[in-house]
């Protein structure tokens, strides 16, 4: 909502000569910043939980261990994203917002340091002791860990309003934003990737190439970003393309250059794997990991309708509580708590291409409106996503039911 109003008005001043940001008429500029970074912050921890959440699925199964801490794990998520909201202006220190809002946001940005510190000992406590397995998405998790951790107490250095004097707009800000965005979340997703494949596929990654892939990217990621710590404490500023010879920043770039291309070259193999794995990957079986959670008890790839029947779970871990404590397989819940069967049909939603229409409509008319300032792009967008939405509401949401045979739904 913030980045939409900000939007709005940005628009108002270029469409309609308002002023909101112009300061030649009355305007403030740093009302821009307000709006676009009470969006921007937030997002950033938008992308961080469900990236923490893939990490605490593979680093238990991995380690074979129970997780370590689930309440104070789930309290820290909470605590996050309350504080995530509360941190904005560390982005624009420099502005002049004055040393008591500099301090107040100094603080919280500290503070969310502690429930994040919280996820890391919980991971630490449930490796130590474990059994390690350093399959594919392990090696993900942990380099996760190791990048994540950079980028975190990179960021903590930034939070201080003196320091972001020196880093502010330079290239240390580009290496730690990149150490916590591509290092942190996007690793955690490729361990998250690489460990639900063969339930999405059925099929297994080639292991080998798994583990080649990580290590390119680790090395190439590391070698791209490290020099950009020391390449904005020399004082490069960010958002340049060229800089004269006798400024010394030559080496730094260099590295960083050919950290790039190998880093590509990682994620190319990673490509390659993921489509290849479709075509030639080993079979899966349902529980190709000898996993905890409750999506390995069904078959690879999972079924349209996941669960022919309401299954019984018995544990925070609900396959591994079978297992150590069942039979080994999640069995149907009673009759009498497995409610809305209907006999030996599995209901399942009515597809929709609506939603599809509704949001190219919209994109159409966000990109009419914001790129190329044409009204005539954004009223037909908007129709378009009238259209889907009307289309949608009149849609007939009766649904259909798969028959089950021997058990399962054919």
């Known amino acids: 909502l913030p980045f939409m109003v900000g939007m709005l008005l940005l628009m108002f001043d270029r469409w309609f000569g308002t002023s909101f940001y112009g300061p030649g008429a009355g305007g403030d500029v740093t009302l821009w910043l307000q709006l676009f970074w009470l969006f921007g912050h937030p997002e950033v921890y938008i992308l961080a939980l469900p990236a923490f959440a893939a990490i605490d699925e593979v680093l238990p199964v991995f380690s074979r261990k129970p997780y370590f801490g689930y309440v104070s794990m789930v309290v820290a998520g909470a605590a996050i994203a309350a504080i995530s909201w509360i941190v904005w202006p560390h982005h624009f220190y420099n502005i002049g917002l004055g040393s008591t809002a500099n301090i107040f946001f100094s603080t919280t940005t500290k503070a969310v340091s502690v429930p994040t510190a919280i996820f890391f000992f919980n991971w630490i406590a449930t490796i130590w002791g474990g059994r390690l397995r350093f399959k594919t998405p392990m090696l993900y998790a942990l380099g996760f860990m190791f990048l994540f951790l950079v980028g975190g107490l990179t960021g903590i250095i930034n939070a201080s309003s003196a320091t972001d004097r020196q880093f502010q707009n330079n290239y240390w800000i580009i290496a730690h934003f990149h150490y916590v965005a591509i290092g942190g979340i996007v690793f955690a997703l490729l361990a998250g990737l690489s460990y639900w494949y063969p339930k999405m596929s059925g099929r297994m990654m080639n292991e080998t190439l798994g583990k080649l892939g990580f290590w390119i990217q680790f090395i190439g990621f590391n070698l791209t970003f490290a020099p950009q710590f020391l390449a904005g404490l020399d004082g490069m500023p960010r958002r340049t393309y060229t800089y004269t010879a006798m400024q010394g920043w030559e080496t730094y770039n260099l590295l960083s250059t050919i950290g790039a291309l190998i880093l590509a070259l990682g994620i190319g193999i990673f490509a390659v794997n993921l489509v290849g794995s479709l075509f030639f990957g080993q079979k899966a079986g349902d529980d190709p990991w000898d996993a905890r959670g409750l999506e390995w008890s069904i078959p690879s790839p999972a079924p349209a309708y996941n669960f022919a029947r309401l299954p019984l779970v018995r544990g925070r871990e609900a396959l591994w509580y079978?297992?150590?404590?069942?039979?080994?397989?999640?069995?149907?819940?009673?009759?009498d708590l497995d409610e809305g069967r209907h006999g030996n049909a599995?209901?399942?939603p009515s597809p929709s291409v609506m939603p599809l229409v509704t949001g190219l409509g919209l994109a159409v008319a966000l990109f009419g409106l914001g790129v190329l300032h044409s009204p005539a792009a954004a009223v037909l967008g908007g129709l378009v996503m009238v259209a889907g939405i009307l289309g949608w509401l009149l849609?007939?949401?009766s649904g259909y039911y798969l028959?089950?045979?021997?058990?399962?739904a054919a």
Do not use: C, S, T
């Open 346 to 348: 599995v209901h399942m």
């Open 322 to 335: 079978e297992k150590m404590h069942g039979n080994g397989r999640v069995q149907d819940a009673p009759d």
């Open 395 to 397: 849609e007939n949401y």
């Open 403 to 408: 028959v089950e045979e021997e058990g399962e």
